[in-house]
């Protein structure tokens, strides 16, 4: 068996910059509300005419995660892209990918696990190495929140905190044993999937149809819904659970966590975890105050930041956990 390691990490947010008082003068929220409910103080926006799109993000930070690693873009084995708010229904956001860098004919998979999908995607990518069949894969995750989001009073419990941008990983086979991926934990609870989702337009709610339906639009399927409080309470038993999960599969304990990435869905659900692993400020990473919750980018767009500021070194044990929609949830181990 060969072992799975991050050969380079890219991010890319848009650059318009949409803050709390930006959201107040569109619906009826403030500053203060979102910030001691979520704690995010500005989130990016994809502007009309920027050019970009979930998949122009995802190359964006797929093009810096190639550059850092080293490897051609010719010798990518597979892409795997992850997202819940794809350019087009079909194809998927891989293949646009595999054009725009101008990747030879390699497979390109989507995944469709929402706030989990990048680590769902780094552990498909890890089987396909750690098997051998694959030396090189570009793991992406990357979310266009933005151009879906209901963005008057009746959408504030979702579109407040959701923000775009993108993240990207070179993985490739370690040479030295024992460093790299050391596993990945997988889950989902499908009973809940509609606690928090978005059901049309889709092939059972299409656009006429919704429109005939909901006639005075008041109750427009074609936003997302999220049962938050129900979505919160899951989420810190699963994120304990998944962590935990990983230590022990890795004979490791809380202490020996150096960086605990969490998904960023809401800094309150981040210190609950922190504070119920006793972790100190420096052994977890959070931007969510600068980003919102960028879904299946939130962990790359994270991890990537935390090396970039030195947070994440050699000989790190760094423990990624994410919750989110399905429910699915999972974790990946990574020896740095
Ligand atoms: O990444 C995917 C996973 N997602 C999550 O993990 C999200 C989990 N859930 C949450 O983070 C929280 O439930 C939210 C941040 C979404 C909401 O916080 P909450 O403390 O659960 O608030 P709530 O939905 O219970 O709403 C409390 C009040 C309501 O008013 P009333 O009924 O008490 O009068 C809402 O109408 O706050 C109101 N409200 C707002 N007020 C100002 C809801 N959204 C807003 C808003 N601005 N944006």
Redesign the pocket.
């Known amino acids: 068996m060969y072992q799975t390691k991050i050969a380079g990490l890219g991010s890319y947010v848009p650059e318009n910059v949409v803050t709390n008082d930006d959201l107040s003068k569109v619906m009826?929220?403030?500053d203060a509300?979102?910030q001691e409910?979520?704690g995010i103080t500005e989130r990016r926006h994809i502007k009309k005419g920027d050019g970009n799109s979930t998949a122009v993000m995802g190359m964006k930070a797929a093009k810096v995660a190639l550059e850092r690693s080293g490897i051609s873009k010719d010798d990518i084995d597979l892409i795997v892209f992850a997202t819940l708010s794809p350019d087009y229904y079909f194809p998927g956001c891989g293949v646009q990918v595999q054009e725009m860098l101008d990747i030879h004919t390699c497979p390109a998979l989507d995944v469709r696990n929402q706030?989990s999908g990048f680590i769902y995607a780094l552990s498909v990518a890890d089987q396909f190495i750690k098997t051998g069949m694959y030396k090189n894969v570009l793991v992406i995750g990357s979310e266009n929140h933005s151009g879906g989001l209901d963005f008057t009073t009746r959408g504030?419990?979702v579109s407040?905190?959701f923000g775009d941008g993108a993240g990207a990983a070179v993985l490739t086979q370690s040479d030295h044993n024992g460093q790299g991926i050391l596993s990945t934990h997988l889950h989902s609870e499908g009973k809940h999937a509609l606690e928090?989702s978005l059901k049309g337009p889709s092939t059972m709610h299409w656009v006429p149809e919704i429109i005939a339906e909901n006639p005075q639009g008041d109750d427009i399927p074609y936003y997302p819904y999220?049962n938050?409080?129900f979505?919160?309470k899951n989420?810190v038993v699963r994120f304990s659970e998944v962590i935990m999960e990983g230590l022990q599969a890795n004979g490791l304990e809380v202490k020996d966590i150096d960086m605990l990435i969490p998904?960023q869905?809401?800094l309150?659900?981040s210190q609950f975890i922190q504070q119920k692993f006793k972790l100190e400020d420096d052994q977890v990473y959070n931007n969510i105050q600068k980003y919102g919750?960028t879904?299946a980018a939130s962990i790359p767009i994270a991890l990537t930041e935390a090396w970039e500021e030195g947070k994440v070194k050699e000989g790190d044990t760094v423990v990624l956990a994410a919750?989110?929609?399905g429910f699915t949830w999972a974790s990946a181990v990574i020896k740095w």
């Open positions: 009826d929220t403030n509300w979102i409910r979520t706030c504030r419990g407040v905190i928090l999220m938050g409080q979505v919160f989420a998904h869905a809401n309150r659900i919750n879904t919750f989110g929609s």
